[in-house]
């Protein structure tokens, strides 16, 4: 594959099978991510781009193969589990705020509830990311009364909160209107400049070309490529990497 | 629509319009708007008002013009209206049963103490753990002002107990267990474990399969036979496990519809957080699920607050069975309608109560929460 750069991994996937009852959803997929790497994963839908990364923090069960985030390896065992969730934060396609909550509280809840924050101390810190994601004036507003960029934004702040090493995007822009992906994306590019290990899964292929170390092609649930943006769009090696990009970029 | 937003040129700014002005106000604009607007709103409303003219002298006649009020069953034979002095002689009884009555401020306490905690929880700035201190203290309180035997209050068997005080013993202590037991159960039946969810699944089914006065036939009669012989467990303590154990399942099979109502994003957010099953249920699933609820949920809290009423098969005395049972006073046979409406009337003012609390708790709760 890439140079890792000398770069300890912080996520490292062997082997790992998925199957969704008869469908082959991951095939013998393996990945090693480095501390402060920005990875963008791309492919068609239905590629498993999605799932791969919600491997990552148990929102789906591997059937096969390993998976190991600071060492801990992925298994059955709780502990672990939750020791890999407090450590990965996660945007989500819906925004999944939490819409009997304010804002702050989205923010502060998990900080006190498993972190045992104290509230103060919580709430300081959540205002400090509202600040940083540029939305500190709607700290007292519910969900519902934010747009969908601003809700995607106090979704990164929550995740923020819980001051993880590794951040994952599921395709954090799909579901906003045109005009409010850039104040997101915008947002995203300023995380990875901050030096925080992030993986995407986005057809923004901007943002993937400003921002990613290396890019992700997968295609019928395997890895088919991996390589820097900049090799990845001008020499594609193989013909199905070569087709989506010519479908996403061909306009 | 001819000069509406569809047909908008560039440049040209949207047209504002006044809203349509609202036809003549006062009584007679609102008579006009809402009683005589067309012709079939004007027939209906003249058929309507000729049953009222057919009806409503009747009753208030029956009801207050001849009406006794005092005194003995003959005059109220005589007059032919409304017999309260029927419900002037025997109001004690039907409200406290054969409560010893030189003791019945003891049971008008306790339902004030009850009532009192219903109060305190229906505000929502008590909500939180102090709140089951309250109910613990409050109710306990109540159970001891009944039962008697300590502080120098006689002991008063709880064969004894009846009218009102059981009724609303058996509500309040009925839903306060069957609702945290409903919601384990909706939990369960939607639970990633299939051991639980069978016997969650299988719990509900059977017990919503059966009549409730079954369920309390059962519970009055097998619980002892499950017992050692020389245990026995106090027949109103029986009735009361029955009702709880009915009313938990239907509670469960409401809570669980709120349950289903909640985006499966929500519990992968709450977990992507490192939140905890209990956790991500009380903090982030269960506040949601059971306000969206509050209506079937308050419609099953009513239902079983009437359903009390069904104990008298076997043998206690709530408050309908202790009207029934003035009735058959020999002096006083046959004022059916006088008992009924006085105790239709306070359980209308229970349910009604709720309603509207009902009511009040759904907007207070939906405000500024709109997806």
């Known amino acids: 594959m890439t140079d890792l750069s000398g770069d300890e991994p912080i996520i490292e996937l062997s082997g790992v099978n998925k199957w969704y009852g008869a469908f082959h959803v991951l095939r013998d997929v393996s990945l090693t991510v480095a501390k402060g790497e920005r990875i963008v994963v791309c492919g068609p839908s239905g590629s498993g781009k999605s799932t791969l990364i919600r491997c990552i923090n148990r929102l789906e069960e591997h059937q096969a193969g390993t998976i190991r985030v600071h060492g801990i390896p992925l298994d ?89 090493s590794i951040m994952l995007f599921d395709e954090p822009t799909s579901a906003l209107d045109p005009e409010m992906v850039k104040e997101v994306l915008d947002v ?18 901007g943002f993937a070309r400003r921002v990613a170390d290396r890019m992700v092609f997968m295609d019928k649930g395997e890895i088919v490529e991996v390589a820097p943006p900049a090799e990845l769009f001008a020499n594609p090696k193989s013909e199905r990497t070569r087709a989506f990009l010519g479908q996403v970029l061909g306009h | 629509m001819s000069d509406g937003a569809f047909g908008l040129s560039p440049g040209e700014p949207p047209a ?45 006649r029956w009801a207050l013009g001849d009406a006794v009020w005092s ?21 004690r009884f ?19 103490l009850t009532m009192g905690v219903l109060l305190a929880s229906a505000d929502r700035r008590f909500w939180g753990p102090r709140l089951l201190v309250l109910w613990a203290v409050g109710l306990g309180a109540a159970w001891l002002l009944m039962a008697g035997g300590l502080f120098g209050l006689s002991p008063v068997p709880t064969e004894l107990w009846g009218g009102l005080p059981l009724t609303l013993g058996l509500s309040v202590v009925g839903l306060a267990v069957a609702f945290p037991l409903g919601v384990l159960l909706a939990l369960g039946r939607t639970s990633a474990l299939p051991v639980l969810r069978v016997l969650s699944t299988a719990y509900i089914e059977l017990i919503r399969g059966v009549p409730l006065v079954s369920v309390l036939f059962m519970a009055s009669v097998m619980i002892p036979l499950f017992l050692p012989t020389g245990v026995s467990i106090d027949k109103l303590l029986r009735a009361q496990i029955g009702l709880i154990l009915f009313a938990a399942a239907y509670l469960a099979e409401v809570v669980r519809g709120g349950l289903q109502a909640i985006p499966k994003g929500q519990v992968e957010a709450a977990s992507a957080l490192g939140l905890g099953y209990w956790q991500r249920q009380r903090l982030i699933i269960l506040p949601q699920a059971l306000s969206l609820v509050i209506p079937p949920l308050v419609n099953t809290f009513i239902g079983f607050f009437k359903d009390t009423s069904l104990v008298i098969i076997i043998g206690l005395l709530d408050l309908l069975s202790t009207a029934k049972a003035a009735l058959t006073d020999p002096a006083w046979r046959g004022f059916y309608k006088e008992a009924y409406l006085f105790v239709g009337v306070i359980y209308f003012l229970f349910c009604y109560a709720l309603s509207r609390y009902s009511r009040y708790l759904e907007t207070s709760l939906s405000k500024g929460r709109r997806r």
């Open chain 2, 16 to 60: 504002t319009r006044p809203p349509p002005a609202i036809a003549a106000p006062g009584v007679v604009g609102w008579l006009r708007a809402n009683l005589f607007r067309t012709w079939y709103d004007t027939l209906l409303t003249l058929a309507v008002l000729y049953v009222l003219w057919l009806v409503v002298p009747d009753v208030v």
């Open chain 1, 76 to 164: 059955q065992d709780v502990r672990h589990i939750e020791a890999i969730r407090r450590d990965v934060g996660m945007v989500f396609q819906s925004f999944n705020l939490f819409p009997h909550l304010t804002v702050l509280e989205n923010l502060t809840l998990a900080p006190v509830w498993v972190k045992k924050t104290p509230k103060a101390e919580a709430e300081r810190l959540a205002r400090q990311y509202l600040e940083r994601v540029r939305i500190p004036e709607q700290a007292d507003k519910y969900p519902g009364q934010l747009s969908g960029g601003q809700q995607q934004r106090v979704a990164i702040a929550r995740a923020l909160c819980m001051n993880p």
């Open chain 2, 94 to 112: 039907i409200l406290f049963g054969t409560f010893p009555a030189d003791q019945h401020w003891r049971p008008t306490l306790a339902m004030l």
């Open chain 1, 188 to 205: 995203m590019v300023d995380l990875a400049q901050g030096g925080m290990t992030m993986l995407c899964v986005t057809h923004e292929m």
């Open chain 2, 71 to 91: 005194g003995e069953a003959a005059a109220c034979r005589a007059a032919g209206g409304a017999c309260w002095a029927f419900v002037a002689e025997k109001w």
